[in-house]
């Protein structure tokens, strides 16, 4: 059965220091999306991507993060200078389309971040 | 803004006890509700997706109905192995325009002993 691949499942880093988390999505899906879900709370929407441009962004996709799609498997985030508020753990998803079964989102099984 | 509560925050059954799991919603057109199954430690995994009001959707001891205004996730005779977090999510419709954005509930987390 199709999956959505994370790596790595677990990051460490510094504060002030860039992390990229990968993602490869179903592959034939069109929709791209990362959540992040701090310990003990809610799984929050940071960002959606489609047709190779950020649709839709939260207001905790502020411009320390961006996303990529650099070729036709792999979707990143990127965190330019974590800050020790950025740990928690990062889900990855992806749809195949707007209706019916083709609108369902698989998850991943996320990167924990960890930023010291 | 949407908004989305699940109630209880904890659940705690008996092996074959069978109970249900509410979820509140407030979302400006609802294009689709959402039910995840979440395990400490990995991602949400899809269990069902409900579109319009009256829409029940069952799998295995589970079954999801919806009206307009909340979801239950109803559990029968449960077994250990359902132990998890069941999170629930909406997707706005509103405007004609939808990337597919989920908002998601704090979810409810369910014990079942033997």
């Known amino acids: 059965e199709p999956e959505v691949t994370q790596t790595p499942s677990h990051q460490v880093t510094q504060m002030g220091q860039e992390v990229i988390l990968r993602c490869v999505p179903i592959?034939?899906?069109?929709?791209f999306y990362w959540y992040r879900q701090i310990l003990g709370q809610k799984v929050e929407f940071l960002v959606s991507?489609?047709?190779?441009?950020?649709?839709?962004k939260s207001e905790i996709f502020d411009d320390q993060f961006s996303v990529e799609r650099p070729d036709g498997s792999n979707f990143t985030l990127k965190i330019r200078s974590t800050k020790l508020e950025d740990s928690a753990m990062y889900f990855c998803?992806?749809?195949?389309?707007?209706?019916?079964?083709?609108?369902?989102?698989?998850f991943g099984a996320g990167t924990r971040l960890s930023v010291l | 803004e949407d908004q989305v509560t699940q109630s209880p925050e904890a659940l705690r059954l008996q092996e074959g006890e069978s109970s249900s799991l509410n979820c509140s919603y407030t979302?400006?057109?609802?294009?689709?509700l959402f039910w995840y199954r979440q395990d400490p430690g990995k991602g949400p995994e899809f269990l069902f997706t409900?579109?319009?009001a009256g829409e029940e959707k069952e799998k295995e001891r589970l079954k999801a109905t919806l009206t307009k205004k909340e979801s239950f996730l109803h559990i029968t005779a449960p077994k250990p192995e359902d132990s998890a977090t069941y999170l629930c999510?909406?997707?706005?419709?509103?405007?004609?325009?939808?990337?597919?954005?989920?908002?998601f509930g704090q979810g409810t987390i369910l014990t079942v002993h033997p």
């Open positions: 998803a992806s749809r195949l389309g707007l209706a019916g079964a083709k609108n369902i989102q698989y």
């Open positions: 592959s034939n899906h069109l929709y």
């Open positions: 991507f489609y047709n190779n441009e950020i649709s839709e």
């Open positions: 979302v400006s057109g609802l294009r689709g």
């Open positions: 409900l579109y319009s």
């Open positions: 999510a909406v997707q706005d419709g509103a405007g004609g325009t939808s990337y597919g954005k989920l908002t």
